[in-house]
């Protein structure tokens, strides 16, 4: 498994809020295709997947608030 965490985000930023997913679990991704959009205080931002595979589990919905180094979701990465 693979877990997308939410990155060290500089200027003190300490946390993020879940704004849109574009994955649900089940789906299929592809390295650098968009999985969650996050905003702070300063700017809004999305995560890309770092590899292929399926998305597993996603551990916070839309509305939460996230601190740096969180498992947003888990992926299981592709064989093939």
Same mark, same amino acid.
């Given at each position: 498994?693979?877990?997308?965490?939410?990155?060290?985000?500089?200027?003190?930023?300490?946390?993020?809020?879940?704004?849109?997913?574009?994955?649900?679990? /089940? %789906?299929?991704?592809? *390295?650098?295709?968009?999985?969650? &959009?996050?905003?702070?205080? $300063?700017?809004?931002?999305?995560?890309?997947?770092? /590899? %292929?595979?399926?998305? *597993?589990?996603?551990?916070?919905? &839309?509305?939460?608030?996230? $601190?740096?180094?969180?498992?947003?979701?888990?992926?299981?990465?592709?064989?093939?």
């Amino acid at each position: 498994m693979n877990n997308i965490i939410l990155p060290e985000l500089g200027e003190g930023i300490e946390k993020a809020v879940v704004a849109l997913w574009y994955v649900r679990p /089940g %789906d299929l991704v592809k *390295k650098d295709d968009d999985v969650v &959009e996050l905003v702070t205080d $300063k700017a809004s931002f999305n995560i890309p997947a770092a /590899g %292929d595979g399926r998305i *597993k589990e996603i551990h916070f919905h &839309e509305g939460q608030e996230v $601190k740096v180094g969180s498992t947003l979701a888990t992926m299981e990465p592709s064989l093939v």
